[in-house]
């Protein structure tokens, strides 16, 4: 009776165990292989073997050859990420181009062909020769030195102009003069395209103004020379040169004051305009030495340009900030309340006046972590 039924229970258990092993031999197999890609660069193309030769890197950092066969069943890729045909793919494949090959359990499976980036260069014009449809540039090489380089308008070459739209050739060439920036574009070895980049405004005297003289055209600005020395120097302006105020807007040569800083703009040889600068604010920080709330002044001590100690008395007018420690702005009453001889403050002004004074709030020392309990037993 026993024996019975213990042959009857694995008779009951032995179908869903051998279930479970199935299954889990089925998930194994269903475990994902992994592609491996590699990159190379095109030695030899070799259509009637049905072969391609490429260069590639090791581990190691050693290049060797590799040939790859192009077995029934491979993907081919062109430079265009459409899938091609093997007799079109190896026909446009050429020594130098790279070439991505993807592997699946060591066989071959695909094999793209990676296009070529455009790289630009930049140049300064130096002949244009329309007759022979071509342009004599000035580029500096890696190794930083100039040396010229002649540009051949083929068919198919693109022509930007400094406008940004596409030219045709003839205009193009004519509004080209020596000494005008291009950027050449080349794909493969071939230039594709051709742009010229407009100059850009660029600062040709800055300083701060001394006097305007409207009626001449004319402004003075204390300028500092390469010797480091100030010296004032007068600019003549052209009639109708646009002047660009504080905030950017465009104004006249009579709004600018004396003490602006100033930057009278160059372009193409002449100039564009006078700007003035905005001003920042200068930010002086010191320690609080006393505080009259009845005065609404501060008195702190700070560092002056000779490395010397100095006091200096600030006046909480109206329209001054106060930030308080914790980042928010204060009423004045209460700042000038938590405010204690040897605190820090920053204080802020524009143009000479204070604009804002900042509490700072003291930097706490990092706390030091107490000595874990040695794991040692001390003999007693």
Do not use: C, N
């Amino acid at each position: 009776m026993l024996r019975s039924f213990f042959y009857s229970m694995v008779l009951l258990l032995l179908p869903p165990l051998l279930g479970a092993a199935a299954e889990a031999e089925d998930k194994k197999e269903d475990k994902p292989i992994r592609f491996q890609g590699s990159y190379g660069t095109v030695v030899k193309v070799d259509a009637d073997k049905h072969s391609v030769t490429i260069k590639v890197r090791g581990r190691d950092g050693k290049e060797t050859e590799k040939t790859i066969e192009l077995k029934e069943g491979v993907k081919l890729i062109g430079a265009d990420g459409k899938e091609d045909k093997e007799a079109h793919f190896l026909k446009g494949l050429h020594a130098g181009e790279h070439v991505m090959v993807m592997e699946k359990e060591g066989k071959v499976v695909e094999i793209r062909d990676i296009p070529t980036r455009p790289w630009g260069s930049f140049g300064h014009v130096v002949k244009v020769d329309a007759a022979k449809h071509s342009i004599t540039i000035k580029i500096r090489g890696r190794d930083g030195k100039e040396a010229e380089k002649t540009i051949e308008l083929k068919e198919g070459v693109k022509l930007i102009g400094a406008d940004g739209k596409e030219d045709k050739e003839a205009h193009f060439l004519m509004g080209l003069k020596p000494g005008e920036q291009l950027m050449v574009v080349e794909r493969e070895g071939k230039v594709v395209e051709v742009r010229d980049i407009p100059e850009r405004p660029h600062v040709k005297f800055a300083g701060s103004a001394v006097k305007v003289d409207a009626a001449k055209h004319s402004i003075t600005l204390k300028v500092r020379g390469r010797d480091g020395k100030e010296e004032e120097k007068t600019v003549e302006l052209p009639e109708g040169i646009k002047v660009f105020g504080k905030e950017g807007k465009e104004g006249k040569l009579t709004e600018v004051a004396v003490g602006d800083q100033v930057l009278v703009m160059e372009k193409e040889g002449k100039l564009e305009s006078v700007r003035v600068m905005r001003p920042y604010p200068r930010m002086t920080y010191g320690t609080v030495v006393k505080v009259e709330a009845a005065k609404h002044s501060i008195t702190f001590k700070l560092k002056g340009k000779d490395g010397k100690e100095e006091e200096k008395t600030v006046t909480i007018k109206e329209g001054v900030k106060l930030i308080g420690e914790d980042g928010k702005e204060d009423k004045e009453a209460h700042f000038v309340k938590e405010l204690h001889p040897g605190e820090h403050i920053l204080v802020m002004e524009l143009e000479g006046k204070v604009i804002e004074i900042r509490d700072l709030p003291e930097r706490k020392p990092p706390e030091k972590k107490p000595d874990k309990p040695s794991d040692k037993k001390t003999d007693k």
